[in-house]
C-alpha cells in the first residue's frame, strides 16, 4: 500500500512539472508570438531621405540595421521615443553611435541614449539638444556652408587631391579647438568657428563628400604629450586608394597666424599608428603614398646634401611669397639627425648651420618681406619632420 502511494506521488510530481515546463515553453512561445507581431510593422528600408553615408550601417547586422532604420526614419522628428526590434543595450548604443558617424548632418542628438522596454515593445530614446525648429534651421545653416566650401573648392580645381587640400586648410583656418554650442558637430566649427575633434571631422566629412571626394570619420583614441582622449578623424579615399587625414592634429591652434599644418594630411596606418589607437576594429588598413602632402610636393627626403638645402629654399620662398609664413618638410628616419644638425647646428657650430643660409635667401627673394631676425622652428622627431616659421 506505501509503495502504491509513494508511486502515486511520483507521478503527481511528473505531472506538475510536466504542466510547469509546458506552461513556460507556453509563455515564452506566446511572449516571442507577441513580440513579432508588435514588430511586424517596423520598417524594414529607409524612407525617401537616406543616410549621407552608408558605411557603418553596413557593418551591421540584420537586426541591427533594422534598428538603424526605425531610428534614421523618425529621429529628425524629436519624437519622445521610437520603437525599434528587440535588442540588447550593447547593441544599441552600437547603432546610435554608427547612425552618428554616418550622419554628421544629424546635430541635435546628445551622447546619451536609452533603451525603454513596454510589455513586448522595445524603445530607443535619446536627449535632444535643441528644439526641433532651432535644430531644422542650424542643420540648414550648417548644410549651406558646407556645400559653399565644396563649390569653392570645385571651382578652383579640378583636382581632387587640390579640392581636399583647399578644404582642409579652409577648416584648419577657420576653426578654433574649444568648447561651445554644438562644438561636436560641423556646425560648431563651420558657423560657429570654434569645435572639438568631432566638429572638425565632421566638417571634413560633410565638404568633401560635397566636393565628390569620398570620406567618413574614424573613431579611436589619440596620445599626446603622454595623455591618451578618444579621438576622431577621417579616412578618405583618392583614385581607389584610402588614407587617413586628421584636420583637427593639423591645426596650430597655438597661433592663426602660422599656417596649417600638413603631418597628417593623407598618411598611412602605419604612419598614424605611432600616435592614434583603437582603430583596428573597424579593420581600416589605409597604405596609399601618392596622395600624401610631402610625398605629393616632393618634400619627403631621403638624405641631406646641398641640393635639399635648395630645394627647402625654393619651397620657403615659394610658401611665404603665397602668404604662408611657415614651410614643413619630412625625412626619412635615417637621415632626420643628420639634417637636423646640418640646419640648425650642435650649438657650438650654429654659425655655419644651414639655417642662415636660408633665412639670408628668403629675406633677399620674397615679395612679401619678412623680419631676417625673427625665426623660430619646431623639430618633431615622433614625424621626422621640420617646421620653419618666419615672421
Known sequence: MKKFINLLLCIAIGAGL????YNVYNSETIR??????AEASLPSEFGDEKPFSDYYYNKLNDKQKKAYICIFNDVKNHPEKIQIPSITFDDMKKVFQYLKYDNPDIICLSDKCYLITESVRTYFSADYLLDKDVCEKYTADMISASKQLADEAKKKTDSVYDRELYIHDYIVNRCTYGSCELDSTAYGCLINSQAVC???AYSAMLALNFAGIETVV???????????????WNMVKLDGEEYFLDVTWDDPDFDKSVSPSHLYFNVTESYISKT????????VHCTGTKYNYFVYNSLLFDKYDYTVTDKIINRCISDVNAGNYSSEFMFT????????????GTGSDDDNADIRKIIYYVSASCENKITSNK?????DDSTDSIRIIFE
Do not use: M
Open 18 to 21: 510536466a504542466a510547469l515546463f
Open 32 to 37: 516571442d508570438y507577441l513580440t513579432e507581431r
Open 198 to 200: 568631432t566638429g572638425y
Open 218 to 232: 574614424i573613431p579611436g583614441k589619440a596620445t599626446s604629450d603622454k595623455k591618451t582622449e578618444l579621438h576622431l
Open 276 to 283: 592614434h589607437s583603437d582603430f583596428d576594429a573597424l579593420s
Open 333 to 344: 628616419n635615417d637621415c632626420f639627425n643628420d639634417a637636423v644638425t646640418a640646419l640648425f
Open 375 to 379: 625665426i623660430s622652428y619646431t623639430i
